[in-house]
């Protein structure tokens, strides 16, 4: 069953879940998300049902012919004697009783489609609670009638009037045996339906009245030219409505309007391009050319089904084959990739096949010529143009996915374009031969490709599972050593908490009293501003201070961001190390503009430890929670590795689309009803968790600078309170007004696991010389309770630009209650709170003083800067109304205002 489902189900299922995917992001409205995938589906099948009707008539035409000899025969002969004389009589008329099922063909047509619209609909979480019309519930059964007590579902009911209307219409002048059989098909519908979510029985619906419409047009012989006319002008009021009158993203519906006027185009000046095709394009088609063999497009659907089942899935795998391996319930990678080989065969050599096989002469030429195109269009951007998007994880999630230059998209065009003409010039002249070596020669190399990959997979993997049945390692002897602190010296820590929100701290300590102890000598400063709304607005000012903030960033415009940047995250560490500090920084945010932090910027610095940790220590904590499931991976790798083929085959334009930030356009839930924990929450989990084993005291008078960053607080996940610790089942979400918050959860995670780090150190006894601030490039605004937000004058939120700032000098660590001081502050401080003490506390770039005694408007850029620029740009592109200015109190509104800049 999965072998079927594979091959003809799933190319399907993918047709409708592109779809709907696609209309749901321009559209945002999940019924006419549904309507749209019918009428996609409805359109698709029109040549099938055009082509079944075409032999159904051949076959009504046949009976009608035979049926009064074969009444007489039946009517004089019995048995045997009525069986040869029948058989003869067929024989003499060139017909066979197994033609009769020519009759069912255009059911045989519905059964996939219904097992798919069925399979992908009946279960999609995207419909549960969605209204639409008359509707309450996309998701269950309509109930709109209420009658004592009980529901009457409507929408199968409406379904099933318009089937048999349908029905009716199409059987006009039927033999009663065809008309019972529709009407006995819309009965099975009801029944099969009718307790089904409203968006299923919504979808087939909308596929009966385009059917209906279909029928009537048929029986009605109204011209052809008409129709096209009804459909161009329907065509052009969507396009309107479209462009006017929705209020969905402008990009998104652009596209839309211009594929809707594409069809709109090629509908009405079908006749002038039949006539330059006849004139032009046919003198190409030599009579038993290359074009009119079925060993071309059948070459070409090899291709295809080798590139995207083979040759790409087993290009990455065999790239890390140790990630892809042990992934339960399989051992080996293998079966990834024959899953992958199963559904391109669907797509390239059962479904292409089969429309290639049902139409006539012009058609398979027109197929083919498209398959043509799109063979050395997919070879280029495979193999040409590959793209650097980073490291991939084994849930298909790149690392660094940036969209190409305008340049290189249209390098990219041009060798498509270029091999595709050339490609099919050779195919349609006389070089009969040398197209059939190149296609041969493709073939064999990407399967050798292909085969030389699953080789090297079996291999590593047969080598790695036979050192780990030997090894005898424990995986705490992977764990090193990466902070070491000072018994005897001084202990400056930087803890940087991405998008930590301020505004939750009193509410966790209110939970969690117990903290407090843990939180002894801290003081929390709730009036503290974030100067940028964005990591990469917020964060230079934090580790470089003032000079760094955005307007600073923007007044020095004779230098690039990416050089303001790096000399930012540089400011601490350099100024640490000059004073004698032994420094160590992990995980620098986007240094480099990259979003895996390019250590490189500290190489001029030997007193400068630089290290990455993300990922090293979550294999080790998934060892020790191998009951924690996050993600149904194998299921994941086995939906969408046939996505991530075509990602790499399409133009470098349309990858960023595909991929979707990492949902490759699925609406597929892959953590088979768990609580949705992805890898990055965990892996920055992970990390908080580990601080004790990764601590190290060292007895020498040598002073330390720590800058740790984590990003727990950015990647919200619901926990297990009351520890609020990863888990598949959350029972219960604690008692915090915020608990229906998946931030607050994090944020409570991060101190929890920071208070028993800093217990650590009361135990190893250098809490007292250490001095210790936490501190978020930003905070956060979505779908908060917190009372204190307000809309600033451009319409941003305040919790957005509210960063948590908690500060512990040395010598604090007496069991204090916790202080809340709320003097007005910036993240911008952090460095001058660091570096107090220090002999020549000052920018070691500039020289200017690190201390702000913030007298003056402090300026708040709110601009969406969340993407890296490009390496050369030298400020950042901010309008004038994505700049305000905020004074003393930060929570009154009277004390914001706009800036025009």
Known sequence: MDFLYNIIIYPIVQIIEFVFVFTQKVFYETGFSVIAVSLAVSVLCLPLYNVAEKWQKIERDVQKKLKPKIDKIKAVFKGDEQYMILSTYYRQNNYHPVYALRNTFSLLIQIPFFIAAYSYLSHLDALKGVDFLFIADMGAPDAVIKMNG???????????????????????????????????????????????????????????????????????????YILRYMVAAIMFLLNGYILFFHNGSLSKRLIVICIISFFLLLILFINPLKKFFNKHVSKL???????????????????????????????????????????????????????????????????????????????????????????????????????????????????????????????????????????????????????????????????????????????????????????????????????????????????????????????????????????????????????????????????????????????????????????????????????????????????????????????????????????????????????????????????????????????????????????????????EGNNEITRDTLDNYSMLEMLNEITVVDDSEKDVYVALTNDLTHEPAFLQPPDYIPSNVITNKGPSPFADEDHYHVNMASLIMLGKWFDYMKALGIYDNTRIIIASDHGWYHNTK??????????????????????????????????????????????????????????????????NDKKDWMTVCTAHEWKSPDRRVRIWNIDSNEWLRVCNNIFDPKNWEAVKK
Not at 170 to 175: P, V
Not at 178 to 186: P, R, S
Request: with cysteine.
């Open 150 to 224: 009980a529901s009457v579902n409507l929408l199968p009911i409406l379904m099933t009037v318009i089937n048999l209307a349908s029905a009716a219409v199409y059987t006009k002048g039927f033999a009663f045996k065809e008309k019972a059989q529709l009407y006995v098909m819309a009965a099975l519908f009801l029944i099969l339906l009718y307790n089904s979510p409203a968006g299923l029985v919504l979808y087939w619906t909308c596929n009966n009245i385009f059917s209906l419409f279909k029928n009537c047009v048929s029986k009605l012989n109204i011209p052809k």
């Open 285 to 671: 088609i030599l009579p038993g050319g290359v074009l009119e063999k079925k060993r071309t497009f059948i070459g070409s659907a090899l291709i295809l089904f080798l590139l995207s089942g083979l040759a790409a899935p087993s290009a990455l795998i065999s790239s890390s084959v140790a990630e892809f391996m042990f992934i339960p319930p399989y051992s080996s990678p293998l079966p990834f990739i024959g899953a992958t080989m199963l559904k391109s065969a669907g797509f390239f050599l059962v479904w292409c096949a089969a429309v290639y096989f049902f139409f006539s002469k012009k058609v398979k030429i027109a197929i083919t010529l498209v398959f043509l195109f799109l063979t050395p269009a997919a070879l280029i951007c495979v193999f040409a143009f590959p793209g650097n998007y980073g490291f991939i994880t084994t849930t298909l999630i790149f690392s660094d996915v940036k969209n190409p230059s305008a340049a290189l998209h249209i390098l990219n065009m041009a060798a498509v374009l270029a091999a595709a003409a050339l490609y099919i010039y050779i195919a349609a002249s006389k070089l009969k031969i040398i197209f059939y070596s190149m296609q041969t020669i493709i073939i064999i190399t990407l399967a050798a490709f292909g085969v030389g990959n699953v080789i090297k997979i079996q291999t590593e993997f047969s080598q790695t599972a036979a050192l780990n049945n030997e090894e005898a390692n424990v995986a705490e002897n992977r764990i090193k050593p990466v902070y070491r602190l000072s018994k005897n010296g001084k202990n400056v820590i930087v803890i940087m908490l991405d998008r930590g929100i301020s505004g939750y701290v009193p509410y966790i300590f209110e939970e969690k009293p117990e903290l407090r102890e843990s939180f002894a000598g801290f003081t929390y400063y709730p009036n503290c501003v974030s100067l940028g709304g964005y990591t990469l607005l917020g964060l230079p000012a934090l580790f470089g201070g003032y000079e760094y903030a955005p307007n600073g960033m923007q007044e020095q415009s004779g230098r690039s961001l990416l050089e303001k940047y790096n000399e930012a995250m540089l400011v601490l560490p350099r100024l640490f190390t000059e004073n004698g500090f032994s420094v160590t920084v992990t995980d620098p945010t986007y240094a480099g503009f990259s979003s895996s932090p390019d250590l490189s910027i500290y190489n001029e610095y030997p007193g400068i430890h630089a290290e990455n940790l993300h990922g090293m220590f979550l294999p080790y904590w998934q060892e020790k929670h191998s009951s924690l499931e996050l993600i149904s991976i194998s299921d994941l790798l086995k939906y969408n590795l046939i996505r991530f083929s075509f990602f790499k085959m399409s133009p470098t334009l349309l990858r960023i689309f595909i991929y979707d930030k990492g949902n490759w356009l699925s609406t597929k839930d892959f953590t």
């Open 786 to 851: 917190l009372p204190y937000n307000f809309t600033l004058p451009n319409g941003s939120s305040l919790v957005m630009f509210n960063s948590l700032l908690m500060v512990k000098d040395f010598s604090s660590g007496e069991p204090d209650e916790i202080k809340t001081d709320y003097t007005f502050m910036t993240q911008a401080d952090v460095p001058y709170l660091a570096s107090v003490g220090l002999s020549d506390a000052v920018n070691p770039f500039t020289k200017a003083s690190l201390f």
